[in-house]
Structure formats: C-alpha cells, structure tokens
C-alpha cells in the first residue's frame, strides 16, 4: 500500500526558496537549472529510505558507545577520477582502517563514504584570481569545471545531471564490491599484514600482531567467516546545492514521509548552517540522519538551538555533530559543548573531523595539513570526551586509496619539497593509502587507552 504525503509537509519542502541561502552557485541560465530539476526529479532514488532507516538506528548505536563511525572520502569528488580504480582503493582504504578500528574500539564500525555524490564544495572565496586574471571560483564537478578558463569556470546547471549520473554508477560499484565479496574479513586483513610489514610502520608492529591472533582465534573456534564477506557500506555527501537536494527528495511510499534519496547521509557544512537558513530548513524536513559541522567559534547556544530545529523530538541517531575545531582549539572550546549538550540537549552522535580545523598553505603554496596535528585534534576529540563524561561516535576524514603527497608527515615523512610530487586534489588535500592505515592504527591505540 502506497501512504500519500499530507499536502502540508510536500508544501513544506519548498520553504527554503524563501530563505537566506548562501554558497549557491550563480547559474548561467535560471530556464536550463528549472529544465535540469524537473528531469531530476523524474529519476530513481539512488538509494532506499528503508537503508536511510537502518544508518539512523546504527547512529543511534554510536551516539550511545555501543558502535563508532567511520566516515570518509575524498574533499571534492571529481567526474574524471570516479574510475573503478580510484573507487576501489578509496573502499579497500576504508575497509582496512574499519578492521583495525573494530578491534581497537572493540565496537562495530558503521562505514560511510564521502563517496557517490560529494560533488559540491562551499568555498572562502566567490573569485579566483591568477597572474591578474579573475574567474569564479571553482565549486565543484557538479557546478562548474577546474580548468582555469572563462568557459569552465561558468555555473552549467547540465552537471547535476552528470552528478546523478556519476553517483548512480559510483554507488552501483560500492554496492558490488562490498556485497560481492570484496569485503572479506579474511582478504582484508591480509591487505593490513602488507601495510603492517613495512618497516615505516615497525610502531604498530604490537598492535598488528594482536589483531592477527584474534584473527586466528577466530577461525580455531569456527567462526563463520562466509557471513563476514558482505558489509553495510553507506554514502554521505555536503547538502549544499539545494536545488539538486530538493529534486532528489522524494516521499517514501511505506510512510508517506520525505527522504533525500541522493545518498544515506547528508550534512551541512560549516558555512551554510544559519539556523534560519535555506539549508536547516530543507534538511529538517527529511527522515534521513543529518550532520551539521560545528567549526571553534560554535557556542553552546548555537549547538542547542540547531539541536531544537533539526531533531525537535529528541531521536537517536537523528543528528550528528561533526565536530572541526583545530587541534590547538579543540581542547579549550569542545568540552563546554559536550556538557552544554549532554545537560540541555537532546541525543547526538558526536564525530571528529580532525582535516578541517588544521589547513593551512605551505611555503611553496600548498594547501595541507600535518599528520601529526590531524591526530591530535582526535586526541583532543577523545580528552573533551573523558572531561565532559560524553560518548566518542566516530571520525570524518578526507582520504583517498591512492599514493598521492597532499598532507605533511606520517611514516613516510612526506616533506614540503615531496608534495608536489603527487599533489592531485582539486580543493582539499587527503590522507594517502598508507597515512590513512597510520591513522586508523593511531586510533585503535587511543581507543584503546594504550
Ligand atoms: O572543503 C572545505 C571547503 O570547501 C574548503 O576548505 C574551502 O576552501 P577554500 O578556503 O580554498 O575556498
Ligand atoms: C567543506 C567542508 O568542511 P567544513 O564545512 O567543515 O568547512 C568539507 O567537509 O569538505
Ligand atoms: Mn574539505
């Protein structure tokens, strides 16, 4: 049986045009992005609100300390790099820390992508200038292109339908690699024997072993191993161009309830998290689990007040904050959140982005980060925690599976002189392959208090 939409709440779901919204693209043609919407919206969902469903529950879980999240993917998809091979090493990437993140936290590990969608950034600036010319900023593969030309860098509302396109496929791979096999915990952790036998990771030697011997421990006892092939595997993106979030928002015929059937997960970012903004608003209004950033200048006033707006009755895994302070931040500015929420406030998953707080650019002009900082913004995340009496529920990383040189440090000590070795990203730099599996290590230490 099909429940139809109460005509109010279908209403509803066109508020935001009326409201302040900020980081939307300047399209070229107002008649081209109304063409674009209409036959988005005749499209399938890319993916099921019963799935949306489900990720709330296990959100629920992390918010409780009964599973952690681990989330991640690159800053800016891009269309040409949405190949098998950069899709493939980003999900092998993400199951191996998953593995090591388990047996530290000794919790299930929810995994998300910033994959199948993250096309779509927010950007400091409206303009980019270069060598005294001045374009407009380059937003994303979903609004204009990186090349550095008049033509590119105009706003084409044609590439929403390249975004659905590339996301349709990206998550058709995800699905087959994490259903089909691929995913086997025995296969997975014969990836991390490799990275772990790398004398650059001699640190985490300990770790690894134990993790080996729980594996074997495993098998001795008969545990069925075939049942551990297949894995929940979620897509998240930034809700930020709110004409392709509101043709891809659909009513799900079970409830009569509006899901954004463009990924699993959504969240707003730190630059358009207005509370009386267009992007509350449209993302109120759908059953998915949200996030919202909360960058060092958020108060507890500001956390609450999103809190009433986005999660009014107070659900489980309904909402996520994802904290990015700044590791020299974080431990003076979180822990008077934590209490402010957990006194005042409703459940929340609390979740550490320790990239966007620490980027700053290098001498030769560089956007990066450091290693070392990244991790101690966790470290931070897991210390304002103990002091506020408040539950970890995971971590958000921008990362890719290949063995690019964005981000300074890490066993491999990449040096300033080394990033323009393999520096590939269009907007933010990612952990590598290898600084990805350190990381993961790292934290299974911390979450294992050793
Ligand atoms: O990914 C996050 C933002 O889009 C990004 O950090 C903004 O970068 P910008 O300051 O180069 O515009
Ligand atoms: C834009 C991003 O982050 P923030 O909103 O936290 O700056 C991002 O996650 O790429
Ligand atoms: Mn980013």
């Keep these: 049986m099909t429940i139809e939409a109460d005509p109010a709440v279908l209403r509803g779901l066109d508020n935001w045009r009326d409201l302040p919204a900020s980081q939307q693209p300047e399209w070229r043609s107002a008649e081209e992005l109304r063409a674009v919407t209409e036959e988005l919206a005749t499209y399938p969902p890319l993916v099921f609100a019963g799935e949306a469903d489900k990720l709330r529950e296990e959100l629920a879980k992390a918010s409780r300390g009964e599973a952690f ?35 530290g936290a000794s919790l299930p590990i929810i995994k998300m992508g910033r994959m199948a969608g993250q096309y779509a950034k927010p950007r400091s600036n409206t303009m980019e200038e270069r060598d005294g010319v001045e374009l407009p900023a380059y937003r994303g593969d979903a609004v204009n292109g990186h090349a550095f030309t008049p033509e590119s860098r105009v706003p084409d509302p044609n590439r929403l339908l390249s975004s659905y396109h590339r996301s349709a496929t990206t998550l058709n791979l995800i699905r087959a690699f994490t259903w089909g096999g691929f995913a086997d915990l025995r296969r997975v952790h014969e990836w991390n024997r490799g990275f772990t036998s790398n004398p650059a990771y001699k640190r985490y030697e ?71 903004g267009a992007h509350v608003d449209l993302l109120s209004r759908v059953r998915n689990p949200i996030g919202v950033k909360l960058g060092p200048t958020t ?53 550490c982005d320790p990239m966007h707080g620490n980027t700053f650019a290098s001498p030769s002009g560089y956007k990066t980060r450091r290693f070392d900082v990244v991790l101690d913004e966790v470290r931070g995340f897991f210390e304002s925690h103990e ?11 921008e990362l890719t599976g290949d063995d690019v040189t964005e981000i300074l440090g890490g066993g491999e000590d990449i040096d300033e002189g080394a990033l323009s070795r393999r520096y590939e990203t269009l907007v933010d ?22």
């Design 299 to 351: 108060t507890p006033e500001t956390a609450l007040a999103l809190q009433e707006r986005l999660n009014p009755d107070g659900e489980p895994g309904r909402l996520t904050f994802i904290t990015r302070m700044g590791a020299g931040r974080i431990r003076e500015v979180l822990p008077d959140l934590l209490s402010a929420v957990a006194r005042e406030g409703s459940p929340v998953t609390w979740v």
């Design 206 to 276: 300990a770790l690894a072993a134990e993790i080996d011997r729980a594996v074997r421990f495993m098998a001795a006892a008969g545990a069925d191993f075939d049942a551990l092939k297949t894995v929940d595997f979620y897509s998240s993106h930034e809700a930020l161009l709110l004409d392709y979030e509101r043709a891809m928002t659909r009513i799900d015929s079970r409830t009569g309830l509006p899901y954004n059937t463009s990924a699993h997960f959504l969240w707003i970012g730190e630059r358009t998290r207005e509370i009386d």
């Design 429 to 450: 730099p990612r952990l590598n392959h290898q600084q990805s599996l350190e990381m993961a290590f790292a934290v299974a230490e911390m979450l294992r208090g050793s």
């Design 69 to 103: 999240l681990l989330q991640g993917g690159d800053c800016a998809e891009t269309f040409a790099e949405s190949t098998a091979d950069n899709i493939r090493n980003k999900i092998r990437t993400i199951l191996q820390m998953a593995v090591v993140l388990t047996y």
């Design 387 to 397: 002091q506020a009496g408040t539950v970890p529920g995971g971590l958000h990383v």
